[in-house]
């Protein structure tokens, strides 16, 4: 688009009215800022989005859509593809610093795995989306644990894209590659996931296993732990694939456990 946009106040409604997508009748109510707002959720639910398809979710006019885009931008929370598609950026996490998104996790993970928590020796998790990463909410008092993770490049991210349907896999892996290296057969690697129920990326130093945690036919998040390669083979493991099958069992009961936690007790 070019040459001289006109004011918001100026600007034609999109069938329907623009209206009806924004709840701007309170008092004091920022209509700009809800305009901004109602674009950033239709794009965290839509990635790489054309302007009109982003119109069309929101009920803004064409026009209002693309101003909105282009200053989330210049804010560096958005950005714009050569075929003239927006995705959201990392920057979108600065909007959630500090705050927990995730009560649940508190409220009915966290009891639900109390007992493993305790005596598990090693850092374990739960990895909710964010965008185009995976944040990690600590479950045990361990160390190092990770803040946020790759949606390809670790196992909690790989346990998530593997469980998820089929297009909603296909628009992560869109968004994923806007921000980080994604291998070329990175499908045949989540389908050798699906199959096995588990994920696995190795280190020099330590091994990550993650799975999913299901809730009805979606995925709600990954509960992952990362184990020293020098814990996995002792006098009583001398054979490190046991010991990592035995722990797979464990997290995924844990990941079970959590998903009942929601089905309310009659």
């Known amino acids: 688009m070019t040459g001289e946009e006109p004011d918001d106040d100026d600007l034609a409604e999109a069938p329907g009215g623009e209206q009806a997508a924004e709840n701007t009748s309170a008092p004091g109510a920022i ?40 200053t989330l931008c210049a804010a560096g929370l958005a950005m714009r593809t050569p075929e003239e598609r927006y995705s959201l950026l990392a920057g979108v996490h600065r909007l959630a610093d500090g ?18 928590a305790k005596d598990f020796a ?13 944040k990690a909410h600590p479950l045990s008092d ?52 699906s199959a096995r129920g588990s994920a696995r990326t190795d280190h020099e130093a330590e091994i990550s296993l993650a799975v999913p945690v299901r809730l009805g036919p979606g995925v709600i998040a990954s509960l992952a732990a990362t184990l020293p390669r020098a814990a996995l083979t002792t006098d009583q493991t001398p054979q490190p694939d046991q010991a990592l099958d035995r722990i797979t069992a464990l997290l995924n009961h844990a990941a079970m456990e959590i998903a009942a936690a929601f089905v309310p007790k009659t």
């Open 31 to 70: 209509r700009a800022l809800t305009r901004g707002l109602s674009v950033l959720e239709a794009l965290n639910r839509q990635a790489n989005a054309s302007v009109t398809e982003i119109a069309n979710t929101t009920g803004l006019a064409r026009t209002t859509a693309y101003r909105v885009l282009e």
């Open 99 to 116: 705050f927990d998104g995730e009560p649940w996790i508190a409220r009915l993970a966290k009891p639900a795995v109390a007992v493993l």
């Open 142 to 193: 361990a160390p190092a644990l990770p803040g946020r993770l790759p949606l390809t490049g670790s196992a909690a991210g790989l346990a998530y894209l593997a469980a998820l349907p089929a297009a909603q896999c296909a628009a992560l892996l869109d968004v994923a590659r806007l921000v980080e290296t994604v291998s070329e057969n990175i499908l045949e690697t989540l389908a050798a996931v």
């Open 122 to 134: 090693w850092p374990l998790w739960l990895a909710t989306l964010h965008g185009a990463e995976l």
